[in-house]
T-cell receptor, first 111, second 117 residues
Framework: DAKTTQPNSMESNEEEPVHLPCNHS???????IHWYRQLPSQGPEYVIH???SNVNNRMASLAIAEDRKSSTLILHRATLRDAAVYYC????????????FGGGTRLMVKP | DADVTQTPRNRITKTGKRIMLECSQT?????MYWYRQDPGLGLRLIYY???????NKGEISDGYSVSRQAQAKFSLSLESAIPNQTALYFC????????????????FGPGTRLTVL
């Protein structure tokens, strides 16, 4: 399975943008890039996903490199509630929706 | 009301005991999953089920068994609990969606914290 590499932790100030990087140099052409986050004492929740093009939704934006070997999750204005562990996951298309979680990035937001 | 519920939320048991963790969902999804999470680590897949008659082993199924009693219910059992099964356990569901659908978001329950002494 293709692996992802993320920094263990990052810090941000409240109301500033946050860019969470993810490297996935062994990604295959049909792997989708998914992001989930896990708030303290909760189960993970879906954030965003993409294949080749950049994506935007109400929670975040996903910027995917042209060679697809890396991607960046962008939170446009971090709030205290965004403090969580963010997981970058490669999902193999037609593989039964298996999610293989790595260690993720722990985002700390300072007021 | 929560779409995916897990019972119990916390459980302390002793080595050798049989334990059952239950998961129920009101989302009408066919697919259900059990994961475990150890401190500071990501989730690992234990078992998954695509429908009532379809059960599959995940990455770390040894020492666990499951039962899919109905579309809405998926139970995880530890036949003889051991201390290294102390972890946080999550149930999740997803909808296969349209044929060829790419993303099938998974919806997670709140978790069960299990301690085996």
């Amino acid at each position: 399975d293709a692996k992802t590499t993320q920094p263990n932790s990052m810090e941000s100030n409240e109301e500033e943008p946050v860019h969470l990087p993810c490297n996935h140099s062994t990604i295959s052409g049909t792997d989708y890039i998914h992001w989930y986050r896990q708030l303290p004492s909760q189960g993970p929740e879906y954030v965003i996903h993409g294949l080749t093009s950049n994506v935007n939704n109400r929670m975040a934006s996903l910027a995917i490199a042209e060679d697809r070997k890396s991607s960046t999750l962008i939170l446009h204005r971090a709030t205290l509630r965004d403090a969580a562990v963010y997981y970058c996951i490669l999902r193999v298309n037609n593989a039964g929706n298996m999610l293989t979680f790595g260690g993720g990035t722990r985002l700390m937001v300072k007021p | 009301d929560a779409d995916v519920t897990q019972t119990p939320r916390n459980r302390i048991t002793k080595t050798g005991k049989r334990i059952m963790l239950e998961c129920s969902q009101t989302k009408g999804h066919d697919r259900m999953y059990w994961y475990r999470q150890d401190p500071g680590l990501g989730l690992r897949l234990i078992y998954y089920s695509f429908d009532v008659k379809d059960i599959n082993k995940g990455e770390i199924s040894d020492g666990y068994s499951v039962s899919r009693q109905a579309q809405a219910k998926f139970s995880l059992s530890l036949e003889s609990a051991i201390p290294n099964q102390t972890a946080l356990y999550f149930c999740a569901t997803s909808d296969p969606g349209l044929a060829g659908s790419s993303y099938n978001e998974q919806f997670f329950g709140p978790g069960t914290r299990l301690t085996v002494l």
